[in-house]
């Protein structure tokens, strides 16, 4: 399997003009998704997976559509801090991502009563999101898309490559940026990671 890992772009949140725990793209945001989408458009990416937060499932639009796929909603690979208050319900991305793909199972209020959760739990969903990848892709040449957070997406980097918590986020990583991973079985490599060369520096965030 070829895991391309995707950072959103640019919310909200990122440009510290809106504090809930669910804010959508800046206007910036948007323009990095487009872009991000132009740069995975030949990489041959035929299943493309995004946390079911705003930021995520805006983004993953951009690179769906350019790509021709249709999204499929994984709250496992979501970012999950804060209160939880006003986060998009199940209902509601159904209802504003139509042609997304939503777990019939994904309950509607899909995010846990338990927050914010600690980076010791954060590693074992990170676990769990490790081994359905790998027990469906890892013996394939499949590429795979998955459009998470900076905070889960170096997390679940971390559990491909073996690496135990470290306190802090490993690896950085800007809006809109691609890392790759060659997952073999039982092993996995890093081919590159936070990739920025499709963003003009006035983008870069």
Same mark, same amino acid.
């Given at each position: ?11 909200? &949140?990122?440009? &510290? ?18 872009? /991000?989408?132009?740069? /995975? ?18 983004? $993953? ?7 021709? #796929? ?14 939880? =208050? ?34 010791? $739990?954060?590693?074992?969903? $990170? ?16 590429? /795979? ?20 918590? +470290? ?8 809006? +809109? =940026?691609?890392?790759? #991973?060659? /997952? ?22």
């Amino acid at each position: 399997m070829h895991l391309y890992l995707i950072r959103h772009g640019e919310s909200g &949140g990122n440009a &510290g003009s809106d504090h809930s725990d669910d804010p959508a793209l800046t206007e910036r945001g948007w323009a990095q998704a487009h872009l /991000v989408a132009g740069a /995975v458009e030949g990489e041959g990416i035929e299943a493309l997976y995004a946390s079911p937060l705003t930021r995520a499932l805006e983004t $993953a639009s951009e690179i769906a559509a350019r790509l021709g #796929l249709r999204i499929e909603v994984w709250a496992d690979i979501a970012e999950k801090w804060g209160t939880g =208050c006003n986060v998009t319900t199940r209902s509601e991305v159904a209802r504003r991502w139509p042609e997304a793909i939503v777990p019939p199972d994904m309950p509607e209020q899909w995010w846990p009563a338990q927050l914010p959760e600690d980076e010791e $739990a954060a590693y074992l969903r $990170a676990s769990r999101v490790e081994r359905a990848l790998r027990a469906q892709f890892e013996a394939t040449d499949e590429r /795979v898309a998955i459009v998470s957070h900076g905070g889960f997406g170096a997390i679940l980097m971390s559990r491909f490559l073996g690496a135990p918590p +470290c306190g802090y986020t490993r690896f950085s990583q800007h809006n +809109c =940026c691609i890392s790759r #991973l060659e /997952v073999l079985p039982g092993r996995a490599k890093l081919v590159f990671q936070n990739r920025t060369c499709h963003l003009p520096a006035e983008l870069l965030t």
